[in-house]
């Protein structure tokens, strides 16, 4: 009965043909290698076949051999994945973690919060309907919240933990996958866990999502591999529960369905059928998971918004040729991952059209790659694996832009950087390891590990040069103000850049001027009444810090006009700019016109309807102006329509009619335009 042949150095892929004619003699150690290459044609038996089995059964060939694990390269990947992150632990909240933490009141109330987080949407408090159901993060950052407060540096600690974990988890998978060949596996790894690509998911708190859903896919496989090698139920049940829990963290883990009967068909050597009726239990977790979504949040898909900054493409009707144009534009960053951005609102990457070239070159990449993947498939080989766990994994990033028309980000490429391993790796064993010279009589070969310097020195600089763009490209995720910054000479015609940017310039104009306030009140507290001496140096001081505040809304409404010739209907940017003339450089009539203006962009965003009424009610206490109260009071309750998570209209609306007893839900064009 045959057996297995096991590779004999540490970095060969499998056979691609038997070596001996008739397959059923067992594997001679004394036998030449020259012929072994890395498209394995032929199934070998992974273990003896019972004659009286039938070879179509369901599980007539479990168990499979069990594949031992060397612990130190799982070891040096979870040791370089944490350091690799140390220098995000003084970091504070960017980007996406002020909505996702700083502002879920949810998540803010800590461990009495959680039964809210799983009833929510993650977006609640943004006033979006996105459809996204992704509590288990959400509860993690409650979790911290509850004995850690508002303290990002646990946070980007426990990221960077995740991420050790991760490395842990793909070390043992991937020596599974590939027995024997203790290297290759542990280059694969060493590319993804290097790759600067996942530096926006690894030091944005908020990517803990996505750190959490490919650690459970992870899981998921390698508890469902355990099961091949032993048959016990109970790794099917640990397999079930790592899937529900990629689940909780982002439901785009539906993909990974897909991997599970392709990892046993590629490196247990199980037929299709086998591979796919495999897949029975965890459709049922899927379709568990689906239904509690339905009933917890009440929608399985969402309605995103129109919004030229963040769906453009289908606004534009552009969707199906710019996911061609994204395609190179993800295998670019994949190979050569610079520049990187936080940011690809519109208009970085333009529309793709019939005559775009881009366009052209995705698609022919794409058949390209489809009609490879295919014949990978049915060679089952290291670099058709690769291609297929590429298009599996990127299945969501390419369908946000394909059915939503969204935009690209460089979080959709954090799986389909191991496909993309898989093949460099195949790709640099083929051209740099030189197969042993042997003769009939006695094999000469140089010792295994000889024959991989050339692919150590080349691994150590491309690992060397990933690593330094990953520390480096991690400070930029300091804050938001050095994250903005940093966008600004690659993304340029980018509406949110110019946006992000501006607002970090007013912030630091609201400081100057409520220092200047603050200066002034101090001054005036002094009793019995301050000196000349005191007031000159005081006005010295008020004048500097509202010359600064002056500066600073200037920079801030050049990006906030540059922002909107990039895209001329941007509500948000010009709320911005009514809040300069708001609150920096005092303009009511200016601040008014541009708050108008952002109602006319987005009509549902709460935050101008409620400063509207602000400035209406300080000038109706300040004029016993009762037309400009009952405006004040109109504006909060249409604040409230339009966004009933909003808190600060229905707290202004009560505050006024405590007053005042005004309440105005409706009024004619003729007052709203005279005033």
């Known amino acids: 009965m045959a057996k297995k042949k096991q590779p004999t150095g540490t970095g060969q892929d499998r056979p691609s043909r038997p070596v001996a004619p008739k397959p059923t ?26 004659p009286k089995t039938s070879d179509s059964g369901l599980e007539s060939d479990l168990p499979i051999e069990s594949r031992p694990v060397v612990w130190w390269p799982l070891a040096v990947l979870a040791v370089l994945g944490f350091v690799l992150y140390v220098n995000t632990f003084g970091h504070q909240y960017a980007l996406d973690d002020i909505a996702a933490v700083s502002q879920n009141l949810f998540v ?16 609640h408090f943004s006033n979006i309907s996105l459809g996204y159901y992704r509590p288990l993060s959400l509860i993690t950052f409650a979790i911290e919240q509850e004995y850690f407060k508002d303290n990002p540096n646990i946070s980007h600690m426990i990221n960077a933990g995740l991420y050790a974990l991760t490395g842990l988890a793909i070390g043992a998978l991937l020596q599974k996958w590939l027995p024997g060949q203790v290297i290759t596996a542990f280059l694969i790894g060493l590319v993804f866990i290097a790759h600067p690509i996942h530096t926006e998911i690894v030091a944005n ?30 790794w099917i049940v640990g397999a079930c529960v790592s899937l529900y829990l990629a689940f909780l963290s982002k439901e785009s883990s539906i993909v990974s369905l897909g991997l599970i009967p392709a990892m046993q068909y590629w490196f247990a050597r199980r037929n299709v059928w086998q591979s796919l009726i495999s897949l029975w239990p965890f459709l049922i977790v899927a379709a568990l998971f689906f239904y509690q979504k339905q009933k917890m949040i009440g929608t399985l898909s969402g309605t995103p918004p129109v919004d030229w900054a963040n769906y453009p493409y289908a606004i534009e009707k552009t969707q199906k040729s710019t996911t061609f144009k994204f395609l190179l534009y993800y295998i670019r960053l994949l190979i050569y991952p610079h520049p990187l951005v936080y940011d690809y609102s519109y208009n970085v990457i333009p529309s793709g059209g019939k005559g775009d070239l881009l366009t052209w070159g995705g698609f022919f990449a794409f058949v390209g790659m489809v009609w490879l993947a295919w014949k990978g498939f049915l060679k089952r080989t290291l670099w058709g694996f690769g291609l297929f766990w590429f298009f599996v994994t990127m299945a969501p990033g390419l369908g946000f832009i394909w059915f939503r028309g969204g935009i690209f980000a460089e979080r959709f490429a954090y799986a389909a950087v191991m496909g993309f391993a898989f093949i460099l790796i195949w790709a640099l064993e083929k051209f740099l390891i030189k197969k042993p010279e042997t003769t009939s009589e006695e094999p000469v070969a140089k010792p295994a590990l000889a024959r991989y310097v050339p692919l150590f020195a080349l691994m150590a600089v491309v690992t060397g040069l990933y690593s330094f763009k990953t520390v480096e490209r991690n400070r930029d995720w300091e804050n938001n103000f050095v994250l903005f910054n940093s966008g600004l000479p690659y993304a340029p015609n980018s509406c949110q850049v110019q946006r992000h940017v501006a607002n970090e310039w007013i912030e630091k104009g609201l400081k100057d001027r409520n220092k200047a306030d603050s200066i002034a009140n101090a001054t005036n507290a002094i009793k019995p009444k301050p000196s000349p001496e005191q007031i000159k140096k ?27 010739r990039i895209y001329p209907n941007f509500g948000e940017a010009y709320f911005s700019m009514a809040y300069v003339f708001q609150k920096i450089t005092p303009n009511v009539d200016s601040a008014k016109y541009y708050y108008k203006q952002t109602i006319r962009a987005a009509n549902a965003y709460a935050p101008a309807y409620n400063n509207l009424g602000v400035i209406y009610q300080t000038e109706g ?26 808190v600060d209209g229905p707290n202004n609306r009560a505050n006024l009619m405590k007053a005042t007893g005004i309440d105005v839900k409706f009024l004619p064009d003729s007052i709203l335009n005279k005033y």
Do not use: C
Not at 27 to 47: F, I, Y
Not at 108 to 122: H, N, Q, S, V, W
Not at 637 to 646: E, F, G, I, L, Q
């Open 25 to 50: 003699l067992p594997p001679s150690s004394s036998r030449p290698v020259v012929n072994r290459t890395t498209e394995a044609t032929v199934r070998p038996p992974a273990r003896p076949v019972s």
């Open 538 to 564: 005081a006005q010295t001081l008020i004048d500097t810090n509202i010359a600064h505040a002056n500066k600073h809304g200037r920079w801030a409404l050049d990006h906030l006009q540059q922002s909107t």
């Open 108 to 123: 803010k109330k800590g461990l009495a919060g959680i039964p809210d987080l799983m009833r929510t949407e993650f977006w």
């Open 621 to 646: 206490f300040t004029q016993n102006n009762r037309q400009k109260l009952e405006l004040a009071s109109y504006y909060y309750n249409r604040s409230m329509v339009v966004n009933p998570a909003y």
């Open 205 to 234: 708190i908020k990517g803990r999502d996505e750190i959490l859903s490919f650690l459970f896919i992870s899981l998921m496989l390698l508890s469902y591999w355990r099961y091949l090698e032993t048959k016990h139920w109970g």
